[in-house]
């Protein structure tokens, strides 16, 4: 699985369709996208118009809401892989651990929901499955009753994020479980201030300024992948921009390390906070 791979939430399929194809042509392997994001025909079509190597050398990702029936849950990643224009994705993620618009959603839900996961992957739909903003104990549900693991689970990390290691990605290392990121660079973040940001904030651009030709938002990925390329189960990031110089940008994080102290810096750091999470989901 890369490292880095191309979001695509909140775009429409226009935009989509746009970043996609920008990203494939930038030589990124990985898109995310998911039922709930309202854009796979755009995804899809990005992905047959501008992708240019063999369908088993990209990796697509994408979700199935939370709270479904297995049968809602088997029609809607029919509709993802009619959307996506795909026999099969490479990862099938079940988005969130509740049904936001449901009162009485739960763990029974949750844990039939994984079963129909496991049926889509056996009839070989998807080449793997996991989860998506999974606290501790959604993830203990899962592993009560899978007969296949999740093999990852995608939450909001970034710097800032404070908790979050210390919770979610400690369980996930616990059980085998991969740890991806997504809103690395803390998209949905509502900032205190200017300087919080991990684009052009005070404290990446100070760290940035140590390595030539570097950005904040560079030094806010590398953050997470060096992590990554430190402790194995530590899957990457999933940045997203419709720019094409700050999708190459998003990639060209391999050729330098970022100091033990400018990564203590970023670990310390108590801002931007993570969007209020779903770990109050019972």
């Known amino acids: 699985?890369?490292?880095v791979g191309a979001g695509t939430w909140q775009y429409n399929d226009t935009i989509a369709y746009q970043?996609?194809?920008?990203?494939?042509?930038?030589?990124?392997?990985?898109?995310?996208t998911a039922w709930g994001y309202k854009n796979q025909v755009g995804v899809g079509l990005a992905i047959k118009d501008c992708w240019q190597g063999r369908r088993e050398d990209l990796f697509v990702l994408t979700k199935v809401p939370g709270g479904l029936t297995p049968g809602e849950t088997t029609a809607m990643h029919y509709q993802n892989l009619w959307e996506l224009q795909l026999d099969?994705?490479?990862?099938?993620?079940?988005?969130?651990?509740?049904?936001?618009?449901?009162?009485?959603?739960?763990?029974?839900?949750?844990?039939?929901?994984?079963?129909?996961?496991?049926?889509?992957?056996?009839?070989?739909?998807?080449?793997?499955?996991?989860?998506?903003?999974?606290?501790?104990?959604?993830?203990?549900?899962?592993?009560?009753?899978?007969?296949?693991?999740?093999?990852l689970n995608q939450v909001e990390y970034h710097v800032g994020a404070k908790g979050v290691d210390n919770?979610?990605?400690?369980?996930?290392?616990?059980?085998?479980?991969l740890f991806m990121s997504f809103s690395p660079l803390c998209g949905p973040c509502q900032l205190d201030s200017p300087d919080d940001?991990?684009?052009?904030?005070?404290?990446?651009?100070?760290?940035?300024?140590?390595?030539?030709?570097?950005?904040?938002?560079?030094?806010?990925?590398?953050?997470?992948?060096?992590?990554?390329?430190?402790r194995p189960m530590v899957a990457?990031?999933?940045?997203?921009?419709?720019n094409a110089q700050h999708i190459a940008q998003n990639m060209d994080i391999f050729d330098f390390e970022l100091t033990q102290d400018d990564m203590a810096l970023l670990t310390a750091a108590q801002k931007p906070k993570p969007e209020p999470g779903d770990c109050a989901v019972p």
């Not at 919770?167 to 479980?177: P, S």
């Not at 684009?199 to 590398?222: C, D, F, W």
């Open 1 to 3: 699985m890369p490292l």
């Open 19 to 32: 970043s996609v194809c920008k990203a494939l042509q930038a030589g990124y392997t990985m898109i995310d």
């Open 88 to 151: 099969y994705v490479d990862h099938l993620m079940v988005h969130f651990p509740s049904d936001w618009e449901q009162e009485h959603t739960g763990k029974q839900q949750r844990q039939d929901e994984w079963k129909a996961l496991e049926e889509l992957y056996h009839s070989d739909k998807t080449r793997s499955i996991g989860i998506s903003h999974y606290c501790a104990q959604h993830i203990d549900d899962i592993l009560e009753i899978a007969k296949i693991k999740p093999t």
């Open 167 to 177: 919770n979610v990605m400690h369980k996930c290392a616990q059980e085998g479980i």
């Open 197 to 230: 940001s991990l684009v052009t904030g005070k404290l990446v651009t100070e760290i940035a300024s140590h390595y030539p030709n570097k950005t904040g938002a560079q030094v806010a990925l590398r953050f997470i992948v060096q992590q990554a390329l430190d």
């Open 236 to 242: 990457g990031v999933i940045p997203k921009s419709n």
